[in-house]
């Protein structure tokens, strides 16, 4: 591969990364420009659900590339209307908004839910959401999430959310109010570490809004589409959200997110709700690839075997090295270092040719294309135990 020289000066730099430059990817791999070769179990954070450059994106980007690629959302296009269809078939929700981001979809279901509240009750706008969650990086998506170290950054930002640990349904009840419009949440909160949202606090929130008539917004930004096993991680709750977020995996790679809702709450009126780029033909053409192969038979069945077998290989190396627990669903799992080491780790680990991701000091992630192969899972655990054995401090 021809060898470049970066000096990365005219980027800003909002955060540190590592000097390879990548170049080119196909499946679970990718190269960089030195020719060196990387396992990808990050896979673009949980966005390339069909691996990099999947065939299936590539066919459908240069069939609908060479017929339209955009034209202006106040018109409807053939793949727009195609792709909203596949969603609504496929969920518990009746309409879509798409977006082009998932901070832009979310800051869209904040908006529903407020139109709601002033239409339905009396002008509530306060929705309840939960320490550690995230939400997006827009100043209204990250008054909602509930991550400590921005909460004095870009002061001041949107008002209106009510923070609450998360599983803790005691402290839900206690914040509901006259205001409060919604309860807004992922099912596995995936930056703060892969934690996952228990059944009894699931069914806890569907009873108390229903009680109380509030919104349930799933944000299903990072656990949608497929990543959890099912095409949407609502379904192994026995919960349906009124108003639910789609993004990373949705255009397969490419920027594509969504605004789905129950019909009874889409309360939109022309004018209310749009953006430039929304729906346009070109990146929803890849969204239809996308829900077409997660939607064939057996697809998800594949998914969930080799999850298996992924969590299986990843609790006996925890075992081995006396780590701590496997958490998560599907291919969005995390393993408990159970001691700061996972900054070491992805270093050691990249080093090796294998990119991994640490969302906390004792906490390493791992979300692989939902096509990981098992030979790609042997292959990942074997360079993780090497990373393993070199980074864990005995104590
Ligand atoms: C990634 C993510 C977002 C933000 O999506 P962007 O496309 O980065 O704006 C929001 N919510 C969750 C749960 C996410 O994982």
Redesign the pocket.
Known sequence: MEDKKYAFDSLMKITDRPSAVFVKGQGSWLWDQEGNKYLDFIQG?AVNCLGHSPQAVLDAFQKQASLLINCSPAFYNDPMIRLADLITQNSCCEKVFFAN????A?EGAIKLARKWGQLNRNGAYEIITMDHG????TLT?MAASGKAEWEALYEPKTPGFKKVTLNDLKAVTEAVNEKTVGIML?PIQ??AGVYEVTDEFMKGLRDLAKKEGLLIIL?E??TGIGRTGRLFAYEHYGLEPDIM?L??GLGGGVPL?ALVAKEAVCCFEPGDQGGTFNGNSLITAAGIAVMETLTQPGFLDTVSKTSSYLVQKLEALSEKYRLGEVRGKGMLLALDLKQAASKKAVDLAREKGLLINGPRPDTLRFMPALTVSTAEVDEMIDTLEDVLKASLVDE
């Open positions: 954070w981001s998932g901070a832009e979310n995230f939400h997006g990086r998506t992922e995936g930056e944000d930004i990072q977020t993004g990373k997110a």
